[in-house]
């Protein structure tokens, strides 16, 4: 699978995007998760806080409410004790210098309460506790703004139950203003430190119960508006939270601080408990330290958490991601991997199908696509196939007129660039097409007589004529070749614009010197009748002369043009000839069937009546178009040719009688000759059968009173005679062999050569004889006459081969020439070549009788046969070089020599 | 016309040169067959003997070259005769004539022997025709009551 490096594959894509999607899903739902968590955790503070504020405000207040009820149970007491007071300082005349405040205290109130006498400067002014003497409240300017509000009505003020900051001890405070509204006088009940436990207690239960609820508040604090902390009297605020405290007192509200180091964050919530009914504000602020690592401890385990199942989330996102976009991927990868088989080349290839819907749409559609593609390029391959073969029929077509047509493409512009030629200009240019074109096509190689032809020619051509011209042109050797030179403008169909010139032409040399030898032939033939010593006729098929040649008129002896449209019989053909033959008859039968009259002669007349003899020869002749131009009679005086002739069949007549006649006294003799050698060996062997047969009863029967000389006379006669009977038999077989029918026929003279042998066998009994029979191609022969021949030299060759410890002898042939040499060579004695003339002769013989047996009559037999046959025998030899005897045999028939009765 | 047989004239010989006929009998005589032999000098004579005395040799040797009546005339004559022709006919000439042969078998001749020259040749032909035709060969006559 091709991947470029710009391309990532799908399924990479997909689990990227899928793994995208996880991570985002994992992160978001994390995130958004661990945030609401975490919301949900700090709202959960939060709310705890807030809760826990609330409730401790609640409950403050609740305690104070208590406390106030409490308080107020003290306000008749008090109530009294001002009444008391302001009747004393009535009676003191509105001079709080003479009243004695101490026995005031003592008598009236039993030293339970202590009083103060504020005035308009919001001064303690007089007191019977000396520690608050000259207390300023104005140095508190709630408390100062509280008082002068006072000041000028009347009633009776009660106060808070506070604790006095130097001493901590609770005092009830009540405030009655002076009716002349110079002072306020104040009585300050001293706790119950019953009470004073209580409500420490009480704080305390608080403190605790809130901590119990709230895990986050790792302590609570609670502080009077004076900084003092409640259930811890020694306490002393340090700088910074006294700072703090001043700040929540001045704001009136809470805050909060972070302690970073720590990770504690401090509420400090300010509890409202200011009455305005009342003098004191018993407001508190309480510190809440929480401990944020609780809360951060948790956010951290729920992010941790978080992140763990983040992680988990992610790793199986990935591993569903990588599963699915594998999954996803794995159909469009296999279609992939088929339709990349496919553009490989292999069409038929199929794409394995998958269970989605959209993939076997695509599926079945690439397989419609493939299909149509198949067909397509089966059809291109179609026509492929086709103008290849076109293509080719059109090259092979080309290459087999290139030697005498041609054809080219030239560019439209002046220059006649060559764009393409189909096939090679050489057979007729001489020269290549890059050579034609280089030198600049027919310009450059026409005829200097045919430029102006030439010129004509692209005259036409550029005015967008096709044309056509007979030129010549020079090949490369400077021989002229005529060329019929076609060009064609060829236009864009689109635009009508010239694209090129299309120029075609075959080389017309041989037509047009054919055109010239026809009229050089024609004039010629013109010349050639009119001149001609032949009797030149052109008859209608009427038999009227339609032309007569010269030579003809004065031959027959009439005037120029006056045979011209007579008819021919009864001018130069008689009617009835010589013989009595219907000449005329003859030659209007042949004016109307030249064909069947090719060639005629008859008797002609001239006009003086004299006759000729003429031998004719008829031809129908017709015009190119068929019209017929009448009969063409050319004839030739064989006058003296017939008389020729009569004369030569007369002596052939008489030679044939002669021969015959010959042929019969041949034949005679023949019969003659047969029936006297019949006769003669009969007759003649008898006697010689007498001799031997009386000779043989003398010596078997008689012989024992006979002399050693006696025998031997009687061996010599018998002897003789046998020798006589043989000569007999010699004449007999020569006479038999130069007469007799010759039946010539086809034969294989190895077959014959075979049983000569075969015959010969006794001869070679007892000795080493090598015979080799080398190839002996088929002849014409007769059969018994050849066998002769090989008995007779074959059987020489064994004689004069006996004195040789290995006889060689060899038969073959070899050609000379047309001619099949056959021959006979023995290694025997040989003999003299200047006696060869003699051998072939009747009883010749070269060797001595005693020494080599024979009637000497053998090889004269042989040369008569070999003669008969139309050949001829020759020897080579030496003494004691064995001998070779050759002959051919001539080309003859059966002579068909008649059998002799 | 039939007439007993003899056993004289078993072979019937009909020759005209007499040294032949002296020689032929002289070998015959070596076999004791001479008394067997019937000679006819010409051929006139032969055909008397066969259709005139009505004899039935078992083999009749025959020369071609005969007076009055020539060898092969006798030739036909015996063998177209119905009784005769089965007598075998033994043509016994000098001639080896390919023409002579022909002729003779045409007529239907049983053997044709030429005449050897040397006379021991001759005397061993002799005695094979007399061996071979007399001993040998069978005749339909064999099956014949006598």
Redesign the interface.
């Known amino acids: 699978m091709k991947r470029s490096s710009d391309t990532r594959p799908f399924s990479q894509t997909l689990y990227l995007a899928t793994m995208l999607l996880v991570i985002g899903i994992v992160c978001g739902m994390t995130l958004v998760d661990y945030q609401n968590a975490e919301k949900n955790l700090r709202d959960h503070q939060d709310l705890l806080e807030n809760e826990t504020e609330i409730n401790l405000n609640n409950t403050l207040h609740l305690i104070d409410s208590g406390l106030k009820l409490f308080d107020d149970t003290m306000n008749v007491q008090m109530e009294e004790g001002l009444g008391l007071l302001l009747r004393e300082y009535a009676v003191a005349g509105g001079d709080p210098e003479r009243m004695d405040l101490v026995r005031i205290r003592r008598e009236a109130f039993r030293d339970k309460m202590d009083i103060y006498i504020i005035n308009t400067s919001n001064v303690i002014q007089y007191s019977t506790y000396p520690p608050d003497l000259n207390l300023n409240f104005g140095e508190d300017p709630v408390f100062a703004s509280y008082l002068d509000r006072i000041r000028n009505t009347s009633g009776f003020y009660p106060d808070r139950v506070v604790r006095e900051p130097e001493t901590g001890i609770l005092r009830k405070y009540a405030y009655a203003p002076t009716p002349d509204h110079r002072f306020i006088l104040e009585l300050g009940l001293i706790g119950d430190r019953f009470r004073e436990e209580r409500q420490r207690l009480k704080y305390t239960d608080t403190i605790q119960r809130i901590k119990a609820v709230n895990p986050y508040i790792d302590d609570v604090r609670i502080f009077t508006i004076q900084k003092d902390q409640v259930g811890n009297r020694q306490f002393k605020p340090d700088a910074e939270l006294s700072a703090r405290l001043d700040r929540a007192i001045e704001t009136r509200s809470g805050f909060e601080v972070f302690d970073e180091p720590s990770g504690r964050k401090v509420r400090y919530c300010y509890v409202d408990l200011y009455d305005e009914q009342y003098g004191s504000d018993l407001s508190m602020i309480v510190e809440l330290a929480y401990n944020t690592r609780p809360l951060a401890d948790a956010l951290a385990n729920l992010l941790r958490y978080h992140l763990l199942v983040a992680f988990g989330a992610l790793g199986l996102g990935f591993l569903g991601a990588a599963l699915v976009s594998r999954r996803l991927a794995r159909p469009i990868q296999t279609l992939v991997g088929d339709v990349n088989v496919i553009a490989g080349g292999d069409l038929d290839h199929e794409i394995s199908s998958s269970q989605a819907e959209e993939f076997r749409i695509l599926t079945s559609s690439i397989m419609t696509m493939v299909g149509q593609l198949k067909g397509t390029i089966e059809q291109l391959r179609q026509h492929q196939a086709n103008l290849s073969e076109s293509e080719d029929r059109y090259r092979r077509t080309l290459a087999l007129v290139s030697d005498y047509a041609y054809c080219m493409m030239l560019a439209p512009d002046g220059d006649w660039r060559l764009v393409w030629t189909a096939g090679d200009l050489r057979p007729i240019f001489g020269r290549t097409s890059e050579e034609f074109d280089h030198m600049g096509g027919l310009p450059a190689i026409v005829h200097d007589d045919d430029r102006r032809i030439l010129e004509r020619h692209i005259e036409e051509v550029l005015a967008n004529r096709p044309f056509e011209s007979d030129l010549r042109v020079f090949d490369r050797d400077g021989t002229v070749r005529w060329l019929s030179h076609h060009t064609v403008p060829v236009c864009d169909p689109a635009d009508g614009q010239v694209v090129g010139y299309y120029a075609a032409g075959q080389e017309i040399t041989t037509r047009k010197r054919n055109e010239v030898a026809l009229r050089e032939s024609e004039e010629k033939y013109r010349q050639l009748v009119e001149d001609a010593n032949s009797i030149i006729l052109r008859l209608g098929p009427d038999g009227r002369i339609w032309y007569i040649n010269e030579y003809a008129e004065r031959f027959f002896g009439f005037g120029p043009g006056e045979l011209l449209g007579r008819d021919v019989v009864g001018t130069i053909v008689p009617e009835i000839d010589s013989k009595g033959e219907r000449t005329g008859d003859l030659v209007h039968a042949i004016c109307r069937d030249p064909e069947g009259h090719t060639i005629n002669q008859n008797e002609n007349m001239r006009r003086d009546g004299s006759r000729a003899f003429i031998s004719w020869t008829n031809r129908r002749i017709l015009g190119e178009d068929g019209t017929p131009l009448g009969i063409l009679c050319i004839g030739n005086d064989i006058t003296r040719l017939r008389e020729a002739e009569e004369e030569n069949r007369r002596l052939n007549a008489e030679l044939e009688e002669r021969v015959r006649r010959r042929t019969e006294d041949l034949r005679q003799a023949n019969r003659e000759l047969e029936s006297f050698t ?2 003669v ?2 007759d003649l ?6 001799i ?6 003398l010596l078997h029967e008689h012989g024992e009173g006979l002399s050693d000389r006696q025998t031997q006379y009687l061996d010599l006669i ?1 002897s003789n ?2 020798q006589m ?1 043989r000569l007999i038999d010699g004449l ?1 077989n020569l006479s ?1 062999a130069g007469r007799g029918v010759m039946k010539v026929q086809d034969l294989d003279p190895s077959m014959v050569v075979k049983e000569v042998i075969d015959e010969l066998s006794g001869e070679r009994h007892d000795r080493n004889v090598e015979i080799t029979i080398g190839g002996l191609p088929r002849c014409r022969a007769d059969p018994t006459l050849l066998k002769q021949v090989f008995v007779n030299l074959i059987g020489n060759a064994l004689k004069f081969t006996r004195g040789r410890d290995v006889a060689r002898i060899e038969i073959g042939s070899r050609r000379e020439g047309e001619d099949t040499v056959y021959f006979v060579r023995d290694n025997g004695v040989g003999f003299d070549v200047r006696y060869a003339h003699n051998l072939f002769k009747v009883f010749s013989r070269l060797h001595p009788a005693s020494e080599y047996e024979g009637t000497g009559v053998g090889l004269a037999i042989v040369q008569r046969i070999i003669e008969r046959h139309g050949g001829r025998i020759w020897v080579d030899s030496a003494p004691d070089q064995g001998a070779t005897f050759y002959f051919v045999l001539g080309e003859v028939e059966n002579d068909g020599t008649p ?2 009765e | 016309m039939m007439e007993p047989q003899s056993w004289n004239e078993d072979i019937l010989l009909i020759e005209d ?1 007499p ?2 006929v ?2 032929i009998l ?1 070998v015959f005589e070596w076999s004791n067959m001479r008394d067997h032999v019937r000679v006819a000098w010409d051929g006139q004579e032969a055909i008397d003997a066969l259709f005139l005395e009505g004899i039935r040799p078992r083999v009749i040797v025959l020369d071609l ?1 005969l007076p009055k009546v020539s060898g092969l005339e006798v030739l036909r004559r015996i063998k177209e005769d119905a009784v005769l022709r089965e007598t075998p006919v033994v043509v016994f ?5 390919e ?1 002579d042969l022909a002729i003779s078998y045409g007529l239907g001749a049983n053997s044709y022997i030429v ?6 040749r ?2 061993e032909v002799i005695r094979e025709i007399g061996c071979y035709w007399q001993m040998v060969n069978r005749r339909p006559d064999d099956y014949r009551s006598r």
Not at chain 1, 692 to 697: E, F, P, Q, R, S
């Open positions: 019949y006769s060996s009969h062997r008898s006697p010689l059968r007498a031997d047969g009386y000779v043989y009863l018998s005679a046998r009977a007999l038999r059998v002799v | 040169n040294h032949d002296e020689l002289h070259k000439s000098s001639s080896a004539e023409r005449k050897p020259v040397e006379f021991d001759f005397a």
